[in-house]
C-alpha cells in the first residue's frame, strides 16, 4: 500500500514539473521566427555582444539592442492590452513610453546605457521623466492611424469619436508633463537659491521632500563666519581705535562680508543676493553693533528680510602686555548666540 502512495505521488510530481516545463516552453520559446520574444533575446545577445566591444562598434550594437527591446515590448505589450481605468490608454504603453524616453534622453551625461549594468545605476536625466507621458500618450495614438497587421498595412484617418478620445489623452498626458516639469524646475531653483525657502513655498505640493526652513541658514552662516572676523578687529585694541573703527564700520563691514559670502556661499548662486551691514548705536559707557545680513533677491514679502546679529562694545581698563607702563582703556566685544529672523526692510543708517 505505502509503494503504491509513493508511486503515486512521484507521478504527481512528475506531471507538476512537465505542466511548469510546458508553461515556460511556450512563455520563453518563440512560436515563428518572426515573434516578440526574437526581439527580447536579440536584444539580450545585443547587450552581451556591446559588453566586450568599445567605441563606436559598442555603441552601434547597444543601439540596436534598444531598438530591438523596445519593438519586442510593444509588440507584446499590444498583443493583449489591459486599459489604466477611466482611460484608453494600455498600461503597455506606458512601459514602451518609459523604455522610448530612456532610450531617447538616457543616463545623466551619457546619451543611453550601452549595457545592463549602465541601465540599473546612472541617474535618468528630468527630460526622461517630464516627456515619459507625453510619449507613452503618442505610442497609443499611433496604432489608430493605421489598419491591417504584419506586412499588410495601411494608413487610414480615425473617426471622429476616436480622433476625440486620442487628443484628450495626449492633451492631458502633455498637462502632466508640464506639471512634471514645474515639479524639477521649482526644486532647481531651490538648490541653487535655499533661502527662497522661507517664503511659502512649502505649502505647494511640488516642494521636493516639504523641507522648511524657519530661517534662511545662508543669512545666519554669512553672520556666524563674519562674527570671529570682527572680533580679531576690535577685541582687545586700543577704545580709541575701535572708536575710528566704527566710524568706516559700513565700509569694512561690507569688505569682510563680501569675503564671507564669496568663499562659504560660492556653490550657490544666490550669493549675488547677500550683503551685510552694520548698525550702530550707542548704549550706557560702549556701543550696540548690529551686524545684518540682508537678502534682495526675490521673496513673497515686497520689502524683503534681513538676519541680525548684536554684539556690545565696551571699554575696559586692563592691561594689553602686562606691564605696568601698558594699561589704557581697551575694547571688549560680546555677541549674541542666537541670530534674529526679521521679515521687514533693515532699520536705517544712524
Known sequence: ?????????????????????ENLKKLLLPPKAF???????????????????TGFVKNLIALCGWLFLIAGTAWYTTDKPVMIPGTNMPIGALITGAL????????????????????????????TFVLWPTISALITAIPEFFEGSGTDVKQKIPKVEVRQKV???VACSMVLSCWLQLYFLVNNWLEKYPSLQTDSFQKTYVLRGGI????????VEILEK????????????PWSEVEQWLLDAKQRVASLGRNVIEVNLRKYEEKAFWRTEP???????????????????????????YVRKSCTIDPIAKSKTGRVEDKG???????????QFKREAPPPQQ
Open 226 to 237: 563674519l562674527q570671529p572676523l570682527i572680533e580679531e578687529e576690535i577685541s582687545q585694541q
Open 167 to 169: 487628443l484628450v489623452l
Open 212 to 219: 522648511k526652513e524657519s530661517i534662511p541658514r545662508n543669512g
Open 329 to 339: 582703556t581697551l575694547a571688549e566685544i560680546e555677541c549674541a548666540r542666537i541670530n
Open 279 to 305: 548698525r550702530i548705536s550707542n548704549v550706557k559707557a560702549g556701543y550696540k553693533l548690529d551686524l545684518l545680513s540682508i537678502w534682495s533677491g526675490p521673496s513673497a514679502n515686497p520689502v524683503g528680510y
Open 100 to 127: 522610448v524616453s530612456v532610450f531617447a534622453f538616457g543616463h545623466g551625461e551619457q546619451t543611453t546605457a550601452t549595457t545592463a549594468k549602465d541601465f540599473v545605476t546612472l541617474p535618468l536625466r528630468e527630460t
Open 35 to 53: 515573434s516578440w520574444q526574437t526581439l527580447i533575446y536579440l536584444s539580450l545577445f545585443s547587450w552581451l555582444m556591446s559588453s566586450f566591444t
Open 1 to 21: 500500500m505505502s509503494r503504491n502512495m509513493s508511486l503515486l505521488d512521484d507521478l504527481l510530481a512528475f506531471a507538476i514539473i512537465k505542466d511548469v516545463w
